[in-house]
């Protein structure tokens, strides 16, 4: 252990959407993979409290921590990445460092001084940063935005304090920025870097790193070019090429001499990186060779970073299973009774994800129908599970009307309803049922199979439940509670036993997934997924003999 912390802060340039995240997370995973243990900060320039209340379109899945606390979806990347265990502090925003200083300003801590930006905002951003390096080795601090937006001066102008405050061997400052390929003249252009690096030496921070983000390898020669205009060396410009996977980042960071080049600069002595089980997952990653589809039915589905962490776990299951997954982004809003046998026609399994709001619903619910008479696996998370139990209400236990008090609040038939403690609640942001939740998971149900245990903690956010009123009546049908709270009180998981794999939880276990350590529902889901598959096409093999035979 280092009597302090080292702080790498990492900035991006040129455009939003480059990979400040994945690079922050591979930094961490390379650190961790020479011995050193490390935590993880993304600053978020918005004035938003957090992203709870944001729109998926505008700003991507909402990550939730262990403790509850709605973040930025790179958390999700640092956590698959690394084991840094991230809590509130990892995730800070604009408008909690101006509501922290206002609350203190309120209270007369500031003794009547004036309050400005500098030197009371950027010190409130200071005290954050500081206040999570302890008892690690290296504390990895995203700043979000791009270089160059007004938001995200204060932030700047914080670490670039920080570095006179700490000591240069303390600080280091990487910078991610793009290499574009003109196709025109076939050249790779290093000028919009050139640009991006004067911006932020302008501010007062010179990069000692530069991640160049390029769609083609780049020479030594332009290496050195940047080098000479960026003020760097150039083994201090690492190639970040784009990549079919995304964990194989880390390991061409490596390649490139990234972490032996930040340890350096740190003056770090460290072990020599172990990264056998990262090759040995990239190797696998690449060997796959059979495949299967599943059909996502979300509302979200032109923005696919809305699913960040879904997709991934799916991914995961996939690799566990040797197979690759494909995933069928299918519009709810879209879906109708005529047009269901066409859309599924090619998956081997049907996914309801979690969401917000009443757009969609009605497809979601007849997917879910289709499923389950089907026969086709079905996994439904969060809202996706509430759907699966207006679907059996409705269709199975023939209680006409049956639905969620979100969507028709004068329902006959309530079987999801609010929660009693939400019931007063005025205030969206950060009110509803969050972070982890321990479940009881009885011993003759399909989960136990699943997990191997009768106690289990997932992650949530939600505000509705299963009504418990309804409980007896639906299990009589055959949809029975695989997943209780402790104190008995509320339905965590939902499973049809006259189904080859039929499951709705109220969590959101791909919050808990990595991609080395897939999650058991998604590991087991895929699984059924594949042998649904197999079953598919055995039958229809079997159809065409049948017609050779006869003709």
């Not at 990069?207 to 050195?224: N, Q, S, V």
């Not at 969060?382 to 269709?395: D, H, I, S």
Request: hydrophobic share 35%.
């Amino acid at each position: 252990m280092y009597k302090s912390t080292k702080f790498i802060f990492v900035t991006g340039g040129v455009l939003s959407s480059l990979g400040k995240g994945l690079s922050a997370a591979s930094i961490g995973a390379l650190m961790e993979c020479r011995g050193l243990t490390v935590t993880l900060l993304k600053m978020d320039p918005y004035i938003n409290v957090d992203p709870g209340t944001m729109n998926p379109f505008q700003h991507g899945e909402v990550f939730v921590t262990d403790d509850g606390a709605e973040t930025d979806l790179d958390l999700g990347h640092y956590e698959r990445f690394t084991h840094a265990i991230l809590r509130q502090k990892n995730n800070f925003t604009t408008g909690q460092i101006y509501d922290a200083v206002i609350q203190k300003e309120r209270r007369g801590e500031y003794l009547g001084e004036t309050v400005q930006v500098i030197p009371h905002i950027t010190d409130e951003i200071k005290d954050k940063i500081r206040g999570l390096g302890n008892g690690v080795d290296v504390a990895i601090v995203e700043v979000g935005g791009t270089v160059g937006d007004i938001e995200s001066l204060p932030f700047l102008e914080a670490i670039r304090q920080l570095r006179v405050d700490l000591g240069p061997q303390n600080v280091l400052y990487v910078h991610l920025t793009l290499l574009p390929f003109v196709k025109a003249s076939g050249e790779v252009k290093t000028k919009p870097t050139q640009h991006s690096v004067k911006a932020l030496r302008e501010v007062g921070i010179q990069p000692d790193i530069l991640i160049c983000r390029t769609e083609k390898k780049i020479t030594r020669d332009i290496k050195e070019k940047i080098a000479l205009f960026c003020n760097v060396r150039p083994e201090e410009v690492i190639a970040a090429e784009d990549v079919n996977c995304i964990y194989e980042v880390l390991l061409n960071f490596h390649y490139e001499g990234l972490d032996q080049k930040v340890v350096e600069l740190l003056n770090i002595w460290t072990r020599a990186p172990r990264l056998d089980e990262w090759k040995s997952f990239i190797q696998a990653v690449k060997l796959l060779s059979i495949s299967v589809t599943i059909g996502i039915v979300g509302k979200y589905v032109n923005l696919h970073e809305s699913y960040k962490s879904l997709n991934e776990a799916l991914f995961a299951a996939g690799v566990i299973n040797r197979a690759k997954v494909n995933l069928k982004f299918i519009d709810s809003e879209l879906l109708t009774s005529e047009t269901m046998d066409s859309e599924f026609a090619d998956v081997d399994g049907i996914l309801v994800p979690g969401g917000f709001g009443s757009r969609g619903i009605e497809g979601k619910i007849k997917a879910v129908r289709f499923a389950r008479e089907n026969k086709i696996p079905f996994f439904g998370i969060c809202l996706g599970m509430q759907m699966a139990v207006v679907e059996f209400a409705r269709n199975v236990c023939e209680l006409e009307g049956a639905n969620s008090t979100e969507f028709n609040s004068d329902t006959s038939y309530p079987v999801i309803h609010l929660m009693d403690e939400q019931r007063s609640i005025t205030d969206k942001g950060g009110t509803m049922r969050l972070g982890a939740y321990e479940c009881l998971i009885p011993e003759n149900s399909e989960c136990h199979k699943i997990y191997g245990t009768t106690k289990i903690s997932e992650r949530h956010r939600h505000r509705y439940e299963f009504n418990p009123e309804f409980r007896e009546r639906l299990e009589e049908k055959g949809l029975r509670a695989g997943g209780i709270s402790p104190d008995g009180k509320l339905i965590e998981i939902v499973e049809y036993v006259d189904h080859p794999w039929f499951i709705g939880c109220q969590f959101h276990p791909e919050f808990k997934s990595k991609p080395m350590d897939s999650h058991p529902l998604f590991a087991s889901y895929i699984k059924a997924s594949l042998d649904y598959k197999n079953r598919k096409e055995q039958q229809n093999e079997l159809e065409k003999k049948i017609t050779n035979g006869c003709e």
